[in-house]
């Protein structure tokens, strides 16, 4: 159980375009999701945490223009990269918590951006 | 042995001999702490976990240590296969509840066959 399906698994986009990015809970409702960013080498950095219903909360440093989230539902979310620029290829990875018996948290499989 | 690189610590260990490999934490505050394993190109896979009221938790071939006082945790892997070649992180998490994980460096196992 609490398994997070996220897609694309890979995305190729030109500098400009926008790519978004969706996080589905297949088996709970995920009342909240967060979002990481990880660069080759490095550990994964929270971006923000969206909870169903309201506005994203953004880390500091980051845009909350440039980076959409959305979670409109309690089994979906989504990141919108918007007018990507090379500088935004990175491994992004979704994450959601669950009160199943234990509290826990589960991780998509996450999604590699290159922005040529 | 274990060497740091440009960004990831590496810690290379022959098949067969148990891996230690250490976190330090950064909230005292923290009261549950995960380890996860993460292949390349993958999301991170969950190891095991453990709670502040514990010192000690195991699981198969897996064992964590937590020591509050220094904030410091660790994953001991037994009979190291070539399989657990991989990145692992530490992650921490605060009382109250749906705050975010947060990670540790990371430290890239290597196992030597």
């Known amino acids: 159980g609490a398994v997070v399906s996220q897609h694309p698994s890979r995305v190729i986009c030109k500098s400009g375009t926008s790519v978004k990015i969706e996080c589905r809970s297949l088996d709970f409702q995920a009342t909240t999701m967060f979002w990481y960013r990880q660069f080759p080498k490095q550990s994964l950095m929270l971006m923000a945490t969206?909870?169903?219903?309201?506005?994203?909360?953004?880390e500091q440093g980051v845009e909350k223009d440039k980076f959409l989230i959305n979670h409109a539902s309690l089994t979906l979310s989504t990141l919108t990269v918007t007018s990507a620029h090379p500088e935004d290829s990175s491994f992004y990875i979704c994450?959601?918590?669950?009160?199943?018996?234990?509290?826990?948290?589960?991780f998509g499989s996450g999604t590699r951006l290159t922005v040529v | 042995g274990e060497s740091v690189g440009l960004h990831l610590p590496t810690l290379s260990v022959q098949e067969g001999d148990n891996s230690i490999i250490n976190c330090a934490y950064s909230n005292s505050a923290s009261d549950y702490f995960i380890w996860y394993k993460q292949e390349s190109g993958k999301g991170p896979q969950f190891i095991i976990d453990?709670?502040?009221?514990?010192d000690k938790r195991q699981g198969q071939r897996v064992t964590v240590l937590l020591n509050k006082t220094v904030k410091h945790l660790s994953l001991q892997i037994a009979a190291t296969q070539p399989g657990d070649s991989a990145v692992y992180f530490c992650?921490?998490?605060?009382?109250?509840?749906?705050?975010?994980?947060?990670f540790g460096k990371g430290t890239r196992l290597s196992v030597i066959a």
């Open positions: 969206s909870n169903e219903g309201s506005k994203a909360t953004y």
């Open positions: 994450s959601a918590s669950w009160t199943g018996g234990n509290y826990g948290y589960t």
């Open positions: 453990i709670r502040s009221n514990m």
């Open positions: 992650a921490e998490n605060l009382p109250w509840g749906n705050t975010p994980l947060v």
